[in-house]
């Protein structure tokens, strides 16, 4: 990646610090940053994203994805007055990790101007994350990864946070490492449907959903770093005490070396689902979603997995 004694290939007047493998680009950092804004400004018009205006909740974590994306939206909300921009935080109850994050957030959210909320699994479900993993593991019921029960539990509770704070799109900074290896996972579990779901802008499958939107989808994950780092950023670098244990990480390491190796792999995974997720919409159309007999949220399912997940605690 390394960009020495050269001149940036955008201005032609600054060195450059970033050799972008995959376009040839050689960028100084004014260059790259605009880059990554104006990827994003191009990939909400691509994907019709967003309006004029949209009330958004940014899903903030705090680390490096969501922090630099919630700036890079405070920065086009500028431009947009009608528009509208809060913070959404998800508290997973993860001992000694959660807790630096959410202080991360919520400085990073007084500094720009924007409203912060936050959620958590213990007042939602009852149990943080932790106790979860630990009673499951206890009652020889824990099969899953903490990493796949904290995804569905996260998913509903950023749904029902969108809802409570009254808007209709709920930004979340998937990058195309994200989508990549989600592509795959789904392929590896043999849910081949949920890629119809799992898109850049999902469908209005549900009055009880909020629209996600990804304006990441198409930035690769250490161009976001990189960001982040440029602009000097604060973000949280230590990853989840339990992220190593998930079959998603073994993806990452797949892809990773595929894409040292095979610049632009990762692009060609992502346009290639793309053209053929028609095929997958067609059949997911036809399973539809109704409403979870236990919560009323909605589900795929009679019941939906969150319920299913909180009735082997008991």
Do not use: W
């Not at 967003?50 to 994306?69: F, M, N, P, Q």
């Not at 997973?92 to 101007?113: F, P, S, T």
């Amino acid at each position: 990646m390394s960009a020495e004694n050269a001149i940036c290939t955008v201005c032609g007047r600054k060195p450059a610090f970033f050799f972008r493998l995959y376009s040839g680009e050689k960028l100084c950092k004014k260059c790259f940053s605009k880059s990554i804004e104006e990827k994003v400004r191009a990939t909400i018009a691509k994907y019709q994203m967003l309006k004029y205006d949209d009330k958004i909740a940014v899903a903030v974590s705090g680390g490096k994805d969501s922090i630099s994306l919630l700036h890079v939206l405070a920065k086009l909300e500028r431009n947009h007055p009608k528009a509208s921009l809060v913070a959404v935080t998800v508290d997973e109850g993860i001992k000694g990790y959660r807790d630096e994050a959410l202080k991360i957030a919520v400085e990073n959210c007084k500094k720009l101007g924007i409203t912060h909320h936050m959620v958590s699994f213990r007042k939602l479900y009852g149990f943080t994350l932790d106790e979860i993993v630990n009673r499951l593991k206890k009652k020889g019921k824990g099969e899953l990864t903490p990493c796949a029960y904290c995804g569905v539990l996260r998913r509903k509770a950023l749904n029902i946070a969108a809802r409570k704070v009254k808007v209709n799109k709920l930004a979340t900074a998937h990058t195309l490492d994200d989508e990549t290896q989600t592509i795959l996972l789904n392929i590896f579990h043999g849910d081949v449907l949920r890629i119809a779901r799992e898109k850049p802008v999902t469908d209005e499958a549900h009055p009880k959903l909020v629209k996600k939107v990804k304006p990441f989808c198409e930035i690769p994950e250490k161009e976001t770093a990189l960001y982040a780092y440029i602009k000097e950023i604060e973000f949280q670098s230590a990853p989840c005490p339990y992220a190593s244990e998930a079959l998603r990480n073994d993806i990452r390491v797949m892809l990773n070396r595929m894409e040292e190796k095979h610049a632009g792999t990762k692009f060609t995974i992502f346009k290639s689902i793309e053209r053929i997720r028609p095929a997958f919409e067609e059949t997911a159309k036809k399973e539809g979603l109704r409403e979870c007999i236990e919560c009323g949220e909605p589900s795929a399912e009679e019941t939906c997995k969150t319920c299913q997940i909180l009735k082997q605690l008991s």
